[in-house]
């Protein structure tokens, strides 16, 4: 025989869900604003180290060594091979 589910029981239940949703969906929030942040932000570090590299290249005879580690910049670092 089934017992019947007290009201203090259903709205435990209730308040459990409606926090695990409201937990999931600030993740997915979360997720999605972060990935974008993310995309922006290398986009804007390539833009300013491929800026700063062409400026150099236009004023500099000699930009890169022959062989060897190059420093380019505080983010990036290349081997010339």
Same mark, same amino acid.
């Given at each position: +025989?089934?017992?019947?589910?007290?009201?203090?029981?259903?709205?435990?239940?209730?308040?459990?869900?409606?926090?695990?949703?409201?937990?999931?969906?600030?993740?997915?929030?979360?997720?999605?604003?972060?990935?974008?942040?993310?995309?922006?932000?290398?986009?804007?570090?390539?833009?300013?180290?491929?800026?700063?590299?062409?400026?150099?290249?236009?004023?500099?005879?000699?930009?890169?060594?022959?062989?060897?580690?190059?420093? +380019?910049?505080?983010?990036?670092?290349?081997?010339?091979?």
């Amino acid at each position: +025989m089934k017992r019947a589910v007290t009201l203090s029981e259903r709205v435990t239940w209730a308040l459990a869900g409606a926090v695990a949703a409201f937990v999931a969906l600030q993740g997915v929030l979360v997720y999605v604003l972060l990935a974008g942040q993310e995309d922006d932000l290398v986009d804007s570090i390539v833009l300013a180290e491929t800026q700063r590299l062409a400026q150099r290249l236009a004023t500099e005879d000699d930009v890169f060594p022959a062989v060897g580690a190059m420093e +380019m910049g505080s983010n990036l670092r290349a081997w010339i091979q």
